[in-house]
């Protein structure tokens, strides 16, 4: 199982596949996992790097509140591939990776070729509400454990999409979520969840950022909506991609879809045909339901 020693910490990490590389940064409620899918289907033409963030085992699990933070996770990935000796990548990510993955393209620009950003944005319009609900969280998994907790997050009104689709990626999806360290997603409420800034902040950051930048979200995906079109009117070289009847686990739900429309993204990218998003007001939406 490879590890790297990373600030302190051994990240576990995979890499597939040869060719230009592509990494992908999970979500809270998933696990490096959560991407088999794409894995499976982009191994074939680039080198693709999944890890697991500190806090997920087998990655290890700092004990201190201190050691959990988005610039701390950034900083993480950035150093994973500097370990690699990787100097350029595409950088994706689904919600809490999402919010990596941007934050890599804004902090870390020259690293980055390309963004995928997949439900983004929770919270951000009721910081208050998101940084409440993150300590009543985590106090209720320090308190009772994850796997109470665990049942009603996956049962969500963001998730209820997967199971009806896909009920047996639903139950990979809930027991892999009964398998997180109980101190690792606490103090990842705590120490990203709740104090990462709002999208709806970062808008000098994102009109600095020149990235060639994917977004996509599912339109039951009710949290990251004003979201993921603030940083579609925001980022230049941005463009949005909604699935329809589609919750937060856009990759897991819609696997064929979601690899299709990044495919078409990295073959726009590379032949030099994505562009700045046209002047006015309109707003240009790809949906492929095929």
């Known amino acids: 199982m490879p590890t790297a020693l990373i600030n302190g910490i051994n990240i576990h990490y995979e890499v597939n596949g040869h060719g230009f590389p592509l990494v992908w940064s999970h979500e809270f409620g998933g696990n490096s996992e959560s991407w088999d899918a794409q894995v499976n289907f982009f191994s074939r033409h680039y080198q693709v790097i999944t890890y697991s963030a500190r806090g997920y085992p087998p990655s290890d ?11 701390q996770s950034v900083d993480d ?3 994973l591939l500097q370990f690699l000796g990787i100097s350029k990548a595409y950088i994706g990510g689904l919600s809490m990776g999402g919010g990596i993955a941007l934050n890599m393209g ?33 106090l209720r998994i320090q308190r009772e454990g994850i796997e109470e907790w665990g049942k009603e997050y996956a049962e969500g009104p963001t998730r209820i999409q997967l199971r009806r689709k896909d009920p047996k990626t639903w139950e990979s999806f ?9 101190v690792g997603s606490a103090l990842t409420l705590q120490g990203v969840q709740k104090k990462r800034p709002s999208i709806l902040t970062l808008e000098k950051a994102l009109r600095n950022l020149h ?6 979200v599912g339109d039951e995906d009710d949290p990251c909506l ?15 991609v909604m699935f329809p009847q589609s ?12 690899n299709k429309v990044v495919s078409d993204f990295l073959t726009a990218v590379e032949g030099g045909r994505w562009d700045e998003r046209c002047t006015g007001t309109g707003l240009g939406f790809m949906v492929n339901s095929k």
């Open 211 to 216: 990235a060639p930048t994917l977004i996509i």
């Open 61 to 71: 699990v700092p004990s201190e509140p201190e050691s959990y933070s988005q610039d």
């Open 226 to 240: 004003e979201a993921s079109l603030f940083m579609k009117r925001n980022i230049p070289r941005s463009g949005l």
């Open 174 to 182: 809930r027991s892999g979520l009964m398998s997180h360290s109980t």
């Open 247 to 258: 919750g937060h686990t856009v990759n897991l739900e819609e696997p064929g879809l979601f």
């Open 77 to 79: 990935l950035y150093q």
């Open 106 to 138: 804004i902090t870390h620009p020259d690293i980055v070729r390309g963004l995928i950003l997949a439900g983004v944005g929770t919270g951000s319009t009721d910081p208050e509400r998101l940084s409440r609900e993150a300590t009543k969280f985590a």
